[in-house]
C-alpha cells in the first residue's frame, strides 16, 4: 500500500478505535504525513478529544502513534517524500495539544517535532500553521508539559541553559513581527497566548536583539490596533497574555479604542 493510499484510508476512519487498528496494522509503512495525519484524525473525532484527556487507556493506546510520528520527525536522512515540513510540525503539536494528552505520553512527539520545526527556516511557515504550532505549544506547557521539556537546550555565552521550545516559539514569533499584515487578528492573539505559556528567552538568544521583552513588545505592536476585531474571551486571553509577557504598551489612549466592542 501506498503512503497516499494509506492517508486516504486514515482519513476514512470514523473513529479514534479505527485509526489505531489501522496504525497498529500499518505502523511499519507510515512515513510523518501518516503519522500527523492520524494523529490529526484521533483529535478531531468525538470518540478522540472527547475522551482522550478522561480514559488512561486511551492515552496509552496513543504511544505507539506518537512513538511513531517522533522517529519520523527524527529520521536524521529521511527521503524527500518524508522530509518535515511547517504544516506537519504545527498539525502534530495541534493534536498534542487538543488531545490534552499527559506529558508522560506525548513528550517525546513533541521534542522531536520541536526539534524538526526548528530546523526549517521560520519564513516558510504559513500564518496559520505558524500561528498554530505556537499555540499549541503554550497549551501544552498550560497543561504541565514544561517548556523545559522541549528538547536540547541552546547555550547562552553566559553558560546559562535556553529550552529549545522557547527559542523556536521565539523564532517564529519574530517571523510574524516581519509579516505582520499576514496575520488577522485572532492568530496574532493565539500567538502571545502561546508565547506567554511558554516564555521567551530574555537573553541573547532571543531573535532580533533585545530579549523576550523586545519581542513581546513588538507582537503586542502588531496586536493594539487589531484588538477590537477580537470576542471578548479572545481580548480577555490576549490581554492576559501581554501581561504575562511583562508587556506595558496599552496606554489609557488605547483603552476606548480596545474595549469599543464590549461596551
Known amino acids: 500500500m501506498s503512503n497516499i493510499e494509506l492517508n486516504q484510508q486514515i482519513s476514512e476512519c470514523r473513529s479514534a478505535d479505527e485509526v489505531l487498528a489501522l496504525v497498529s496494522r500499518r505502523g511499519p509503512e507510515m512515513n510523518v ?3 500527523v495525519t492520524a494523529l490529526q484524525r484521533i483529535a478531531k473525532l468525538p470518540d478522540g478529544a472527547a475522551s482522550s484527556n478522561l480514559i488512561a487507556d486511551r492515552a496509552q493506546s496513543l504511544v505507539p502513534l506518537l512513538s511513531c510520528a517522533a522517529a519520523c520527525f527524527a529520521c536524521v536522512r529521511p527521503s524527500k517524500f518524508d522530509k ?21 505520553v506525548c513528550t517525546l512527539a513533541m521534542r522531536a517535532a520541536v526539534a524538526a520545526g526548528a530546523a526549517l527556516n521560520p519564513a516558510w511557515y504559513k500564518p ?14 498550560s497543561s504541565n508539559i514544561s517548556s523545559n521539556s522541549g528538547g536540547s537546550s541552546n547555550i547562552n555565552n553566559n553558560g546559562g541553559d535556553v529550552p529549545a521550545t522557547q527559542c523556536f516559539v521565539a523564532a517564529l514569533s519574530l517571523s510574524a513581527v516581519g509579516r505582520s499584515s499576514a496575520f488577522d487578528a485572532q492568530g ?7 508565547a506567554a505559556a511558554v516564555g521567551l528567552p530574555s537573553d541573547a538568544f532571543c531573535p532580533g536583539g533585545g530579549g ?5 513588545q513588538k507582537l503586542a505592536g502588531c496586536l493594539v490596533g487589531r484588538l477590537a476585531t477580537l470576542s471578548p474571551q479572545e481580548t480577555a486571553n490576549a490581554l492576559a497574555g501581554l501581561a504575562k509577557l511583562e508587556v506595558t504598551p496599552l496606554r489609557p489612549r488605547h483603552l476606548p479604542r480596545l474595549c469599543s466592542h464590549n461596551l
Request: aromatic share 4%.
Open 188 to 194: 496574532l492573539a493565539n500567538l502571545i497566548q502561546g
Open 84 to 104: 518535515p515540513q511547517p504544516r506537519h510540525v504545527a498539525g502534530a503539536l495541534w493534536a498534542c495539544a487538543k488531545l490534552q494528552l499527559p506529558s508522560e
Open 212 to 216: 523576550g521583552i523586545a519581542l513581546a
Open 33 to 35: 504525513v501518516n503519522c
Open 128 to 141: 496559520q500553521e505558524l500561528s498554530m504550532a505556537v499555540w499549541a505549544l503554550g497549551k501544552l506547557a
